[in-house]
């Protein structure tokens, strides 16, 4: 079976600018996260998604960060304005209940 | 709230064991288990459930006591390619999103 599909896999901006990230994850799996890891730290969720609608979103910093989850499918991140602290990998992880299945994350760096 | 783990890094031998613990503050109902490499993702390697169940996967096992609410991951006879960075994740508030652990790295030598 595919994996959970992320791109870009690396991005650099600068501050201020704005970065969108994309997920697709394993066909079938209704439910939908979206971590951020720091570097020498665990990962932090951000949002979950069921199907197409959010479930917790109460450690995504709204007034920067969006995240939709279109058709219950594949799903987009999207930070704007960047700030020197987002940089980290943004990893996209999918659940049909059990344990997660990650994709290989996007690297963003923000300079 | 966020688990803790310990210890926060362990080196062995090669053939040597393990044991990385995995505690929380508020009951819990279940606790997984990840592995990560070096600039991967990280990987699933089991999910325990209340019940005091232990669950195996290769040489590596775990417990869950969740009257004590923690679990421990032991990894026996460990080989060069357990090495990584383990983590534990327990469920939040009412979803049931992931909270990790800073992680247990965990270095083998030949």
């Known amino acids: 079976e595919a994996g959970v599909a992320q791109s870009p896999r690396y991005k650099i901006i600068e501050k201020r600018q704005s970065v969108a990230f994309w997920c697709n994850p394993i066909?079938?799996?209704?439910?939908l996260y979206w971590y951020q890891q720091i570097l020498g730290q665990g990962p932090k969720l951000l949002i979950q998604?069921?199907?197409?609608?959010?479930?917790?979103d109460s450690q995504l910093p709204k007034d920067r960060f969006s995240a939709e989850r279109l058709k219950g499918v594949d799903s987009t991140l999207k930070i704007q304005p960047a700030k020197l602290e987002d940089s980290a990998v943004y990893l996209c992880?999918?659940?049909?209940?059990?344990?997660?299945?990650f994709g290989s994350g996007t690297r963003l760096t923000v300079v | 709230q966020q688990p803790v783990q310990s210890p926060q890094a362990v080196i062995l031998r090669e053939g040597e064991d393990a044991v990385i613990n995995c505690s929380s503050s508020?009951?819990?109902?279940?606790v997984h288990w990840y592995r990560q490499k070096h600039g991967e993702a990280p990987v699933f390697l089991m999910i325990?459930?209340?019940?005091?169940e232990q669950k195996g996967h290769e040489k590596i096992s775990a417990s869950f006591n969740e009257k004590k609410q923690q679990s421990s991951l032991y990894l026996t006879a460990s080989q060069l390619s357990y090495s990584g960075t383990y983590f534990c994740?327990?469920?939040?508030?009412?979803?049931?999103?992931?909270?990790f652990g800073k992680g247990t790295h965990l270095i083998i030598q030949p």
């Open positions: 998604f069921q199907n197409n609608g959010v479930v917790d």
């Open positions: 508020k009951a819990l109902y279940s």
């Open positions: 994740g327990t469920p939040g508030g009412g979803a049931d999103g992931l909270t």
């Open positions: 992880a999918s659940s049909a209940g059990g344990g997660y299945t």
């Open positions: 066909s079938g799996h209704a439910t």
């Open positions: 325990l459930l209340k019940g005091g």
